[in-house]
Antibody, heavy 118, light 112 residues
Framework: QLQLQESGSGLVKPSQTLSLTCAVS??????????WSWIRQPPGKGLEWIGY???????YYNPSLKSRVTISVDRSKNQFSLKLSSVTAADTAVYYC??????????WGQGTLVTVSS | QSALTQPRSVSGSPGQSVTISCTGT?????????VSWYQQHPGKAPKLMIY???KRPSGVPDRFSGSKSGNTASLTISGLQAEDEADYYC????????????FGTGTKVTVL
């Protein structure tokens, strides 16, 4: 059974870059059956899909965030990462990592709150 | 890519049934049989309850069922229990040109 755990800075200044990592355990991140996704949830609001990286390395992003998002994989550490540039207060949210296979978002991390504030 | 539309809240007494709708377009809900539903308790990560419109992952009670008609998907909770009180989100594949996903606005289920 997969386990995912987010980590990274909980406070980011406006205009800077948000960086988060998701450590995967219980399986290989290189498994052909899985892709790896990021989803966020502003306080008191709904879920928003950010994007995902396919096991081949191909990436797919939410069109509304595409110009600012980069998702990458570090196979040596069995983890994947999210970078979101030029952040504003609107990017304040709980960020979740999740697995994506033929069953969408079946395993989730516990989530990490990122606050954008000076 | 607009969020799928869900009712803000639904409620029911223990033992009753409630249905949550999820309305999209022909580019998402109506175009693919890839609608999933997630349950989220306060302060917790979402949990997958239904995928591919009507399939239940192992461990999800059969009180939860899903369906779809046209551009609207539905989640029905039968025999409502206190622990079903939570927020519920639908999600649909929306990959007309490139793979993408869109979530619903979320519905608060209250057990009276």
């Amino acid at each position: 059974q997969l386990q995912l755990q987010e980590s990274g800075s909980g406070l980011v200044k406006p205009s800077q870059t948000l960086s988060l990592t998701c450590a995967v355990s219980g399986g290989s991140i290189s498994s052909g059956g899985y892709s790896w996704s990021w989803i966020r949830q502003p306080p008191g609001k709904g879920l928003e899909w950010i994007g995902y990286i396919y096991h081949s390395g191909s990436t797919y992003y939410n069109p509304s965030l595409k110009s600012r998002v980069t998702i990458s994989v570090d196979r040596s550490k069995n983890q994947f990462s999210l970078k979101l540039s030029s952040v504003t207060a609107a990017d304040t949210a709980v960020y979740y990592c999740a697995s994506l296979s033929n069953i969408p978002f079946d395993y989730w991390g516990q989530g990490t709150l990122v606050t954008v504030s000076s | 890519q607009s969020a799928l539309t869900q009712p803000r809240s639904v409620s029911g007494s223990p033992g009753q049934s409630v249905t949550i709708s999820c309305t999209g377009t022909s580019s998402d809900v109506g175009g693919y049989n890839y609608v999933s539903w997630y349950q989220q308790h306060p302060g917790k990560a979402p949990k997958l309850m239904i995928y591919d419109v009507s399939k239940r992952p192992s461990g999800v009670p059969d009180r939860f069922s899903g369906s779809k008609s046209g551009n609207t998907a539905s989640l029905t909770i039968s025999g409502l229990q206190a622990e079903d009180e939570a927020d519920y989100y639908c999600c649909s594949y929306a990959g007309s040109y490139t793979p993408s996903y869109v979530f619903g606005t979320g519905t608060k289920v209250t057990v009276l």
